[in-house]
């Protein structure tokens, strides 16, 4: 039986009445995005049509996910909001904090040693409020997800922006900062700008070696980083019909790189044959009894330009490998133009390792059709000339691919086998020990989402591309950037030329999954007698203080603390990679608040200066400095900013050292909800150019934050060190209840103070 079967039945109970509801209101076919919407609003039974990229509205999602990076911080949320158990069904997965080293075997061991302090809260804390608990090596959070809790027409989110992942069963599954999640844990209902929609049309048939990952690589080219932002992605037609479940999840992953809020795919066969495969025939029985209700109208995929904002077409039969990168998930190759393109940008055409798997591509289908790559090294005479690692996305991947004799094939070329947890791809891989920060100039290619600058091994000087895992796993053997399997050949051990056969693969295992201990741990069915205890003297743990409300005299006189320049995303605002380990300890982690942003006057990192010394120095130093002195700072930065992870200590990091605003070209949209839920200002130019006027030894002014309501911009006078001054409009998205929580200090405060209320 399912995890939570009478959760996913109550919501099939009412989901006819409701999407009838709403096409009624609406007077129109409707999109699976707008069902599922529909289905999940919190006060139930639709009355209204919402404006999509207009009304704010409150959902009331089914579930919350959470992983270890993240969980600490939310759950150290979670304690102060009064509650003695979640509201709905909630899980921990420990997955971040496992340093890709040796292999998964002494990788484990370690850190299971040395955040052994970490895991333990996680499975109290779960277990006093009846958390399902994921222990390390369990796996990666959306994989475990996607095998065990994703059901057709669901609603979730989760503390990671790649939550999205479920999308591949049919979810309507997004990524949010801990606060979010705290919201919902509580009972409380969960608020989102009602989303634009972008349909994408699959046609024709992926074969050869092109492979779902193709997909998303392109849509990222058309759409670029943001152009998803306050959308979510519906895929549709014979290409999405024809394609297996996780090769759907691979696509919906991915999405979060074009800033999307979610992607999703209808219900159909491949959905069922998974939920079969995972041991979940019950979810696949009762999806059945609705199934018209868990995929668009027919009228929509007919028409889809009457229905979508925005309207793509993908032809799958003329779709070719593409590589992205490097330093961004946008910048698209055709494999077939890579060799010209590495030549035009000095790109390293010498390639040092490749890496599959992670939560993006660890599926049974994807190693299976690696391993028929890595078995063509033996039967070929050919010898791999890059180095290889595979990253399982789960126990129960793991311990299949192993039986079915997998792992051995990619023993037998040389590869490592690390721990089925996030490794290289959040930057937990030991590759230069403490030397990453000057490591050589070199290429990788992985099967990940990301390949931001030190993303995966701390080198700025590591140009890394993303790809499929059978194309990464063809580059790997041949060693070369510039290598194209589909018409290049490799000279073997024998001094002949040989050409690698296209990869082959299973949708799911002939034998079925298998496992011997999935790594679950069930909270008690009573919790109240569980004791949570945080080391007064821990270095990872920290209880939390209440923010204070920011007073509006506080915002007269303010200082810059740094004016970024170019891409910011919450890697360069909170990194992670070592400093995963002070997750957990807000005063601690705070010491790495945005020493990866360019400095817009010197054009160097963690380097601004301190305006009540002169002197430059480090970010974190300079902005403690200013909160000694009692005095509030403004952030100002690009277009984007806070791309990438949901992490909310890039929010909340800031707030605890005393930065008040942040004003910016645009936001990233989970961003600029932790910043509100902060009890910080969120706010973008009114005219973009004004970005130009900010200089280095600026004061500011919020002359109108007395007044400040829903729809009306802020003015902001700056005061230039010359005498001269220049008055900014700042916009903003706050609603009347997000101006509460900046009132109160934060969403939590206010929550806290509600449930104290009764």
Not at 315 to 328: A, I, K, M, S, V
Not at 498 to 505: A, C, D, I, K, N
Not at 676 to 691: R, S, V
């Amino acid at each position: 039986m399912a995890y939570d079967i009478n959760m996913i039945k109550a919501v099939y109970s009412r989901f006819p009445s409701r999407v009838n509801k709403a096409r009624e209101l609406m007077g129109k076919p409707l999109t699976l995005s707008e069902k599922i919407l529909y289905t999940h609003l919190w006060d139930g039974m639709p009355e209204q049509v919402f404006g999509r990229g207009a009304d704010y509205v409150d959902f009331a999602p089914d579930r919350v996910a959470c992983q270890d990076a993240t969980a600490q911080m939310a759950l150290l949320q979670f304690m102060h909001a009064g509650k003695p158990k979640v509201a709905v069904p909630t899980t921990v997965h420990c997955d971040h904090l496992i340093q890709a080293k040796v292999g998964a075997v002494a990788d484990l061991k370690r850190a299971n040693q040395t955040s052994n302090e970490v895991f333990d809260f996680l499975e109290s804390v779960s277990n006093k409020y009846g958390i399902g608990f994921w222990k390390p090596g369990a796996g990666i959070i959306h994989q475990v997800v996607l095998e065990n809790y994703a059901f057709p027409g669901g609603m979730m989110i989760g503390t990671d922006s790649h939550t999205v992942n479920a999308g591949g069963l049919g979810m309507v599954a997004i990524g949010v900062g801990g606060a979010d999640a705290v919201d919902v844990m509580a009972g409380m209902a969960w608020e989102l700008k009602f989303p634009k929609l972008i349909g994408v049309k699959l046609k024709g048939k992926l074969s050869g070696w092109t492979a779902p990952k193709d997909v998303i690589l392109k849509v990222a080219d058309i759409l670029t980083v943001k152009g998803g932002t306050g959308a979510i992605i519906e895929y549709f037609g014979e290409g999405a019909l024809s394609m297996s479940c996780t090769g759907k999840g691979t696509i919906c992953n991915m999405g979060a790189e074009v800033g999307a809020t979610t992607s999703t795919f209808g219900y159909d066969d491949s959905m069922d044959r998974y939920l079969r495969a995972t041991g979940r025939e019950d979810v696949a029985d009762a999806a059945r009894q609705i199934a018209p209700h868990l995929t668009a109208d027919p009228e929509v995929y007919a028409n889809p330009e009457s229905y979508f904002d925005r309207v793509i077409e993908i032809d799958l039969t003329t779709l070719e490998p593409h590589l992205n990168g490097p330093f961004t998930p946008d910048l698209s190759t055709p494999i077939s133009k890579m060799a010209e393109a590495a030549r035009i940008n000095d790109w390293p055409l010498r390639v040092e390792v490749g890496l599959i798997g992670s939560c993006t591509n660890s599926s049974y289908e994807d190693i299976s059709r690696a391993a028929s790559l890595a078995k063509q090294v033996a039967e070929k005479n050919l010898k791999t000339k890059a180095a290889f690692t595979i990253t399982p996305g789960s126990e129960q991947v793991r311990y299949t691919i192993e039986r079915d004799g997998f792992i051995d094939t990619f023993n037998n070329i040389g590869a490592t086998v690390f721990a089925n947890a996030c490794g290289p791809c959040i930057g937990m891989w030991d590759r230069y020990g403490d030397k990453a920060a000057n490591g050589p100039r070199n290429t990788i290619v992985h099967s990940f989402n990301r390949n931001f600058a030190k993303r995966a091994d701390g080198n700025p000087n590591t140009l890394a591309f993303v790809g499929s895992p059978e194309l990464v796993t063809a580059i790997a053997i041949a060693g070369r950037l510039d290598f194209n399997p589909l018409t290049d050949t490799l000279i073997n051990e024998d001094g002949q030329e040989v050409r690698l056969e296209e990869p082959r693969g299973y949708e799911l295992p002939p034998e079925g999954f298998a496992v011997e201990d999935a790594g679950f741990v069930p909270p008690t069915e009573d919790g109240s007698r569980v004791q949570v205890v945080v080391a007064s003297d821990s270095e990872r743990l920290q209880l939390l203080e209440p923010f204070e409300p920011i007073k509006p005299e506080s915002l007269q006189g303010m200082r810059l603390l740094i004016k970024a320049f170019g891409k910011c995303t919450t890697d360069h605002i909170s990194m992670a990679g070592p400093w995963l380990r002070y997750r957990g300890h807000l005063d601690n982690i705070a010491n790495n608040t945005l020493i990866g942003a360019v400095n817009a006057f010197n054009k160097k990192t963690n380097f601004v200066k301190n305006q009540l010394t002169g002197e430059y120095g480090g970010v974190p130093d300079t902005q403690r400095a200013y909160k000694a002195a009692g005095i509030k700072t403004l952030v100002v930065g690009d277009h984007n900013y806070g791309e990438g992870s949901s992490r909310e200590h890039a929010a909340m990091q800031p707030r605890h050292l005393g930065v008040a605003a942040v004003l910016v070209k645009s936001f990233a949209r989970i961003h600029e909800t932790n910043l509100k839920k902060q009890g910080m200002l969120a706010l973008t130019f009114a005219n973009e150019d004004d970005y130009d006027l900010i200089q280095e030894d600026d004061t500011f002014n919020f002359v109108d934050i007395g007044s400040f309501s829903s729809g009306k911009p802020l003015t902001l006078e700056v005061f230039h060190k010359d005498g001269s001054t220049d008055t900014i409009l700042a916009n903003h998205t706050y609603n009347e209840a997000q101006i509460q929580w900046f009132h109160e200090g934060s969403a939590l405060n206010l929550i806290k103070k509600q449930s104290a209320q009764g």
